[in-house]
Antibody, heavy 120, light 107 residues
């Protein structure tokens, strides 16, 4: 059974960098065939696709966040990570990691989500 | 970006009712439309992909239809565990976008 688990600080100060890690079990990132994805849900708003990474290191980001986002992968730990720089209160959200079959664009497995609050 | 519009934004229905939720897109997306259910405090769960394909393990009372710019999710006989918020999502192109959600309450 594929499982994803987000981890990272629940509180980040404005202007700092938000860093989250997703640990994958039951599947190997290095096997290919899937895009490893970050999605967020700001309070009262729709889900927002942030971007994803392939095992090769190829990345695709939402243009609205591209200047501040970096997604990376650590295949030795079967993890992928999100860095979002220069955060503001508007980046307060529940952040989900998920898996997307390559070429399909839907998300078949999700982590439980982690709330990140941006506040001083 | 492709805009997604769901209707209604909320509804209340009784166990056994047939429920339909509509999703409209700002441009044609063929059948690249997916549906998710989210219950409070949980991650979204994939129900339907490619407009009408049922995800493995999802009960057959859920079905999807449509193409182009108009899509529907139907629950043929509502069960108590079907409460939650339903989202559509387009996978036609990036950035992938989601609808605002339809909140379904069980009467």
């Amino acid at each position: 059974q594929v499982q994803l688990q987000e981890s990272g600080p629940g509180l980040v100060k404005p202007s700092q960098t938000l860093s989250l890690t997703c640990t994958v079990s039951g599947a190997s990132i290095s096997s290919g065939g899937y895009y490893w994805t970050w999605i967020r849900q700001q309070p009262g708003k729709a889900l927002e696709w942030i971007g994803y990474i392939y095992y090769s290191g190829d990345t695709y980001y939402n243009p609205s966040l591209r200047s501040r986002v970096t997604i990376s992968v650590d295949m030795s730990k079967n993890q992928f990570s999100l860095n979002l720089s220069s955060v503001t209160a508007a980046d307060t959200a529940v952040y989900y990691c998920s898996r997307s079959p390559r070429g399909q664009g839907y998300f078949d497995y999700w982590g439980q989500g982690t709330l990140v609050t941006v506040s001083s | 970006d492709i805009q997604m519009t769901q209707s209604p934004s909320s509804l209340s229905a009784s166990v056994g009712d047939r429920v339909t939720i509509t999703c409209r897109t700002s441009q044609s997306i063929s059948i690249y439309l997916n549906w998710y259910q989210q219950t409070p405090g949980k991650a979204p769960k994939l129900l339907i992909y490619a407009a009408s394909s049922l995800q493995s393990g999802v009960p057959s009372r859920f079905s999807g239809s449509g193409s182009g710019t108009e899509f529907t999710l139907t629950i043929s006989s509502l069960q108590p565990e079907d409460f939650g918020t339903y989202y559509c999502q387009q996978s036609y192109n990036t950035p992938y976008t989601f609808g605002q959600g339809t909140k379904l309450d069980i009467k």
